[in-house]
């Protein structure tokens, strides 16, 4: 039942991000591009998942998301991200181990102070719903909830162009900063 209301809270935040009145490209400024550019991207990486003693697992994670460009230094970002941890239980199932797994999705912008270098720095700040299950049911209630993502990166592709980018960022529950956090690191395509 939690994943379902996950996972219809999630289409309906995609939903008024595609819907959203207003667009920034319709009165450009000196700064914009003359039309909104959206741009599709997908990453791989690693996933740590921290608490406040240190990095209590490891694990691989996959992104996909869009860019929509509206000014150059300046674009929204939607990602769904798919982690996969390994399980503090063992499966009952003749002592196998089984991974737990964490779906998000998340909405936010993203900043490039330099828009038009060959690499360009970014910061990304977003906010999003995630959830965590594994094969044995809910281990981690307190991992579940909104949360907040801040990420660091490079990429190489310029406004409007196909490029790759590398980032780290973490993700933490709102107002829970106690709790588990997850630290993603990403290697990834913009088309």
């Keep these: 039942m939690r994943t379902r209301r996950f996972v219809l809270s999630a289409i309906v935040a995609g939903l008024l991000v595609v819907i959203a009145p207003g667009n920034p490209a319709a009165d450009p400024g000196p700064d914009a591009p003359r039309r909104l550019n959206h741009r599709a991207f997908f990453a791989a990486g690693f996933t740590a998942r921290t608490t406040p003693a240190g990095v209590r697992e490891r694990g691989l994670g996959l992104d996909a998301g869009f860019e929509a460009e509206g000014w150059k230094r300046f674009s929204l970002v939607g990602r769904f991200e798919g982690t996969v941890l390994p399980a503090y239980q063992p499966l009952p199932i003749a002592g196998l181990s089984g991974a737990q797994w964490s779906l998000g999705f ?86």
């Design 106 to 191: 998340s909405v936010g912008g993203r900043f490039y102070p330099a828009p038009s270098a060959g690499v360009r720095p970014y910061s990304e700040a977003t906010i999003g719903l995630r959830t965590v299950e594994s094969p044995t049911g809910p281990l981690h209630a307190d991992a579940d909830g909104m949360c907040l993502t801040l990420r660091l990166g490079i990429a190489t592709n310029t406004a409007g162009r196909t490029g790759a980018f590398l980032d780290a960022g973490y993700q933490c529950i709102a107002g829970e900063y106690d709790r588990p956090a997850f630290v993603p690191i990403r290697f990834g395509l913009t088309f």
